[in-house]
């Protein structure tokens, strides 16, 4: 019989069926095939971008905007920055100037901040303008879609805020404008009407009163001592105001109060906010009668969130619903109007 024949070698193919090629070389060729196929496939098919989706993420359209417009040039078309009003629902800002004052105005779209900041106001003006009407309303729940903002500041160095108003749509308006009185800068609503102020304390916090001034039996320590204070019951995180006009005299960590702001009101009273969450003032700081100074927690020693208000006179605790404080003052004679006649010039920025 003659020699055995050897096998032909197999045609070499790329097509090689992957579901019964059993793993060797013809079957990684036949992977490393249907890898460059669909490659060229994305490379090479009109209007397929595979990059496009992950790009697109890496910005949300919501917060694209210019940086400050209001202080920069012509735009390309050759027009100013300037959006002309009367739009339907006008959401876009519309931002004039004159020769000392920009104004920027606009419709809160996208919450109150990224609003501002599309409308091309700086960070440090728009934490600025935020900080002034917390001391009317809580710019966190207060403020609705469609509200309009409205600001003027000067073109002098660091843009200092001159003016700030929210025109809401179903409450009513907040506007303030900065003046000085007797030598102290600090900002009064536009009727220069609500400087008066209370002559009692405010409440720190809208609740009731869970536990009053006086001797009681202390729910951690276990014996009956007394409670230099009154205490307000409330969820977490609820803004605490201060209870009346006055500067920051601490804001910190306290012990057994966890962390309080105190603050002074002259005459020897000063008023206490125990047991924060959070601290959204800083010693020497002016606060306004109702200006959120921290949030409701349960810091120190505490059963739960709530707000320890604590009035001391000349150093001693005294019952919080007994006191009566001074009126502040109040802008009025010649005063007032220099007051009304500067309020109408920030007002004429931008109308004809």
């Keep these: 019989m003659g020699a055995p024949i050897a096998d032909e070698p197999a045609e070499f193919s790329l097509l090689v069926d992957l579901a019964s090629e059993p793993v060797g070389r013809r079957w990684l060729r036949g992977v490393a095939t249907l890898a460059m196929l669909c490659g060229a496939a994305l490379v090479f098919s009109p209007g397929i971008d595979p990059f496009s989706t992950a790009l697109a993420e890496t910005v949300a359209p919501a917060r694209q905007f210019q940086m400050n417009p209001m202080l ?141 001034f006086g001797v009681r039996y202390h729910p951690i320590l276990h014996i009956a001592r007394m409670h230099t204070g009154i205490d307000f019951g409330a969820a977490w995180g609820s803004p605490i105001v201060a209870a009346a006009d006055g500067q920051v005299i601490a804001a910190g960590w306290a012990g057994g109060y966890g962390r309080e702001v105190q603050v002074a009101h002259g005459g020897g009273i000063v008023t206490l906010y125990g047991h924060m969450s959070g601290i959204a003032a800083s010693p020497g700081d002016i606060v306004r009668q109702g200006q959120v100074i921290g949030y409701v927690g349960s810091s120190g020693l505490s059963t739960g969130p709530h707000v320890h208000f604590e009035v001391r006179m000349n150093g001693q605790p005294v019952d919080p619903m007994q006191v009566r404080l001074q009126s502040r003052s109040v802008v009025s004679g010649p005063a007032r109007v220099a007051f009304n006649e500067r309020l109408k010039q920030l007002l004429a920025v931008g109308k004809a």
């Design 72 to 212: 920069g040039g012509a735009d390309d078309d050759g027009s100013s920055g300037a959006k002309a009003a009367g739009d339907p629902a006008d959401s876009r800002p519309v931002v004039a100037s004159n020769a000392s004052e920009i104004r920027v105005q606009g419709a809160v779209t996208d919450g109150l901040y990224w609003s501002l900041r599309s409308a091309g106001v700086t960070p440090q003006v728009a934490a600025d303008y935020l900080h002034i009407l917390s001391t009317r309303i809580d710019v966190g729940s207060d403020v609705a879609p469609y509200d309009r903002f409205d600001l003027v500041v000067s073109r002098s160095p660091g843009l200092p805020l001159l003016y700030a108003a929210l025109h809401r749509a179903d409450a009513p308006d907040v506007e303030l404008m900065k003046w000085t009185v007797g030598g102290k800068t600090d900002w009064f609503d536009a009727d220069a009407g609500s400087s008066e102020g209370s002559p009692g304390l405010m409440a720190p916090v809208a609740r009731r009163i869970t536990s009053g």
